[in-house]
């Protein structure tokens, strides 16, 4: 795991506040996607302690994510020590990339967070999101999500996942890319005004 500190600036924002961002990696990466690196300096400029997490099939040297109940089991046992140590009565913000959004959506509650950050979330496999067969939808994954905690999906234009529909607690925000979301600036801009209204939200 690495943590990035967030400095305290005279210009407000999250300077002296106690929040962090949690954030997962995808399936077949690890942290240090354009993404989830994007997310971080955004985070990292509004004051907010980043902590980027491998889940352990990835500290083990393996490829292959086991079934999703180990990644949620994994991720909220990082939750739990962040929460108790490092991080103590620090607010969480929790999301990832891909596989690590759709863990932080199924953990939200438990982990008791703020707000999830979803990085292109992988809402259909490519073969029946072409064919439109909605059977193997991850929505509910995004639907279990307490509608009291704000959710932003930011998602490429041309991503062969499909893209999420927005909901009354849910912003999608949609910029050029694939399934990657290369291009770091627009993942900056989609991400930092919302920690930044989530923030000025959750302080008052």
């Not at 009565?89 to 999301?95: K, Q, T």
């Not at 912003?171 to 291009?183: K, P, R």
Request: with cysteine.
């Amino acid at each position: 795991m690495r943590l990035e500190q967030g400095r305290a600036t005279s210009e407000g924002g999250a300077a002296g506040s106690r929040f962090a961002l949690v954030l997962g990696h995808g399936a077949a990466g690890g942290v240090n996607s354009p993404d989830l690196r994007a997310a971080t300096e955004a985070a990292v400029a509004l004051g907010f302690t980043v902590a980027l997490v491998e889940q352990p099939y990835r500290v083990a040297g393996r490829r292959s994510p086991p079934p999703a109940r180990y990644l949620d089991e994994g991720w909220l046992a990082v939750m739990e020590s962040l929460a108790t140590g490092l991080l103590a009565d620090y607010r969480f913000v929790v999301g990832g990339r891909s596989s690590g959004a759709r863990v932080a959506c199924r953990t939200a509650a438990i982990a008791r967070a703020v707000g999830v950050l979803c990085l292109a979330f992988p809402l259909l496999p490519p073969g029946p999101a072409r064919a439109g067969d909605i059977s193997k939808s991850r929505l509910g994954e995004l639907e279990a999500i307490p509608s009291s905690l704000p959710v932003l999906v930011v998602q490429g234009a041309r991503d062969p996942f499909g893209t999420p529909p927005p909901a009354r607690n849910r912003s999608v925000v949609t910029i050029e890319g694939t399934h990657t979301l290369s291009q770091g600036k627009a993942v900056r801009e989609a991400v930092s005004p919302w920690l930044a209204v989530l923030l000025a939200t959750v302080e008052r």
